[in-house]
């Protein structure tokens, strides 16, 4: 209260959030691909859930799951064989899918309970500091 009430941050557009996950998704994908680690494909879904985790945290909780989608499918597109061809295998993808939609919530109501924290600290007096609650 002494330096002014701030503003809790606004999250980012969706489309945003979005962008970001198809393009860091792909830059991600091809530096493995460099790399040559990108036949590990349980380091690149590792990767990828770090990715959506660090967007969410600016973004929406509504983007999460279309972050999700996206990096699996970069995923499913580019990581896997064959490459270049959109495939469904029942026993990992939906598994997948859960991985990265968790991580994506996982970030962004993490990101709101901070935000939620330092704006209750910023408007709660403290008392025994000299603020409003010391007369």
């Not at 590792?46 to 600016?58: D, E, F, G, H």
Request: glycine share 12%; aromatic share 6%.
């Amino acid at each position: 209260m002494r330096t002014g009430a701030k503003a809790v941050p606004r999250p980012i557009a969706n489309l945003v959030v979005w962008t970001g996950a198809g393009a860091g998704a792909l830059l991600l994908v091809g530096v493995l691909s460099a790399l040559g680690v990108l036949d590990r494909t349980g380091l690149a879904l590792a990767v990828l859930c770090s990715l959506a985790a660090v967007l969410s945290t600016r973004g929406r909780v509504a983007a999460a799951p279309g972050t999700a989608v996206l990096c699996w499918l970069v995923l499913n597109v580019f990581a896997t064989h064959p490459t270049g061809e959109v495939s469904w295998a029942g026993h990992r993808d939906p598994e997948w899918l859960v991985y990265l939609l968790v991580a994506g919530l996982t970030g962004a109501v993490a990101s709101r309970i901070v935000s939620a924290r330092a704006a209750y600290r910023r408007v709660t007096p403290q008392i025994g500091r000299g603020g409003p609650a010391d007369f």
